[in-house]
């Protein structure tokens, strides 16, 4: 799976938009990318995923630029309890094969503040 | 909808015994998949299952670890012998399907081997 390139910590008001950048230049044309966070002490929480087009579901929208080499993963309206590490990874999400062992790098620790 | 549980939620024990930890899937997934996560660690793959086929036990870190899942549901992972290293937090996810579909993760089970 292709390397993604995240900041380490960023900081956000309570209210408003978060916007968590990701790269991840090397990017195959069969390759996904998915978001995930972890809240202190739980498991992982599947955020949104994507492959060329924006998506946007209940919980965030998720932007990807015409090249993929880079996508921003917003969080309309930021509360206390997003504060969290977001993963962005990016994955071949096909049927079968080995393509199943989901690695996190560091993520970014987003801190939403009052 | 019921997500991926996980029991016990904590458990410690002493080095030398034997523990296992309990994951029931998600209603319908038939992929079901074991991590562990140390402190301020990635995850780590241990173990697979795909329905009736064999599993995938390359992450397995020693032959005091196995796994099983009866029914093709609930799984069982099983340490013989705890160690102090072996102390993390042990996540549980399942998917619909196999390979590449979308990982969903339950809350963890802490182990802690005094």
């Known amino acids: 799976d292709a390397k993604t390139t995240q900041p380490p910590s960023m900081d956000c008001a309570e209210g408003r938009a978060a916007n968590l950048p990701c790269n991840h230049s090397t990017i195959s044309g069969n390759e996904y990318v998915y978001w995930y966070r972890q809240i202190h002490s739980q498991g992982p929480q599947y955020i949104i995923h994507?492959?060329?087009n924006n998506e946007t579901n209940e919980m965030a929208s998720l932007i990807i630029t015409e090249d993929r080499k880079s996508s921003t993963l917003i969080l309309p309206h930021a509360t206390l309890r997003d504060t969290a590490v977001y993963y962005c990874i990016v994955r071949v999400a096909t049927k079968g094969g080995s393509n199943y062992k989901l690695t996190f790098g560091k993520g970014t620790l987003l801190t939403v503040n009052p | 909808g019921a997500g991926v549980s996980q029991s016990p939620s904590n458990k410690v024990t002493e080095k030398g015994k034997d523990v296992e930890l309990r994951c029931d899937p998600i209603s319908g997934h038939t992929a079901l998949y074991w991590y562990r996560q140390s402190l301020g660690q990635g995850l780590e793959f241990l173990i697979y299952f795909q329905g009736n086929s064999a599993p995938d036990k390359s992450g397995l870190p020693s032959d005091r670890f196995s796994a099983e899942r009866t029914g093709g549901s609930v799984s069982t992972l099983t340490i013989q012998r705890t160690q102090q290293e072996d102390s993390a937090v042990y996540l549980c996810?399942?998917?619909?399907?196999?390979?590449?579909?979308?990982?969903?993760f339950g809350p963890g089970t802490r182990l802690t081997v005094l």
């Open positions: 996810a399942s998917s619909f399907s196999s390979g590449g579909d979308t990982q969903y």
């Open positions: 994507g492959l060329k």
